[in-house]
């Protein structure tokens, strides 16, 4: 059965930073891209940023400069470095994955496996 455990989140002031990471199980995800996504209060979930296994990214327009996803395969974990953090960053970090290795873009890529999210929340 997979498992993606995130951990990482909490209360910071506007200007501090975070680290995310998802740890994944019961499959290898190396060869997959691996995700963040995230859901703020009120709004839908929304895609954050994205890695293919051979390193490619993608970010959303409002965290570009700010954060940045990486991986480490042998531990088959993800992260989400989350620097100059803002107010309007605070929601639910949710991690994901997918086993589908042909795609055309990492945001719409199906993800068919989620953790079960973590909370972040900037004040100001």
């Known amino acids: 059965q997979v498992q993606l455990v995130e951990s990482g989140g909490g209360l910071v002031q506007a200007g501090g930073s975070l680290r995310l990471s998802c740890a994944a199980s019961?499959?290898?995800?190396?060869?997959?891209?691996m995700a963040w996504f995230r859901q703020a209060p009120g709004k839908e979930r929304g895609f954050v940023a994205a890695?293919?296994?051979?390193?490619?990214?993608d970010y959303t327009d409002s965290v570009k400069g700010r954060f940045t996803i990486s991986r480490d395969n042998a531990k088959n974990t993800v992260y989400l470095q989350m620097n100059s953090l803002k107010p309007e960053d605070t929601a639910v970090y949710y991690c994901?994955?997918?086993?589908?290795?042909?795609?055309?873009?990492?945001?719409?890529?199906?993800?068919?496996?989620w953790g079960q999210g973590t909370q972040v929340i900037v004040s100001s």
């Open positions: 019961g499959r290898t995800f190396s060869i997959y891209p």
């Open positions: 994901a994955a997918t086993d589908h290795y042909y795609y055309s873009n990492l945001r719409t890529v199906p993800y068919d496996y």
């Open positions: 890695m293919s296994s051979g390193g490619t990214t």
